[in-house]
């Protein structure tokens, strides 16, 4: 697995082609093939490329939610 930084993270934004990667709790996942998160965008809420552990305590859903491919870990 890749180690991404949060400006490496960044460029994995779903949009122009780009796959969608979201970080939760040091890992890296790709969303890009989830339909909720269309042109990386998660419900008009969240941003693909970003760090979303501490944004997630606001979800209306647990963390056992994260079910998509590990592509790294975020150091």
């Known amino acids: 697995m890749k180690d991404f930084t949060?400006?490496?993270?960044?460029r994995y934004n779903g949009k122009d082609g780009q796959p969608a990667y979201v970080a939760f709790k040091g890992i890296v996942y790709d969303v890009t093939e989830s339909a909720m998160w269309g042109e990386g965008d998660h419900e008009a809420m969240h941003d693909?490329?970003?760090?979303?552990?501490d944004?997630?305590?606001?979800?209306?859903?647990?963390?056992?939610?994260?079910?998509?491919?590990?592509?790294?870990?975020l150091v």
């Open 55 to 73: 944004e997630h305590a606001d979800a209306p859903h647990d963390e056992y939610i994260v079910d998509f491919p590990e592509v790294g870990r």
């Open 6 to 10: 949060l400006e490496e993270l960044g």
């Open 48 to 53: 693909a490329g970003a760090d979303l552990t």
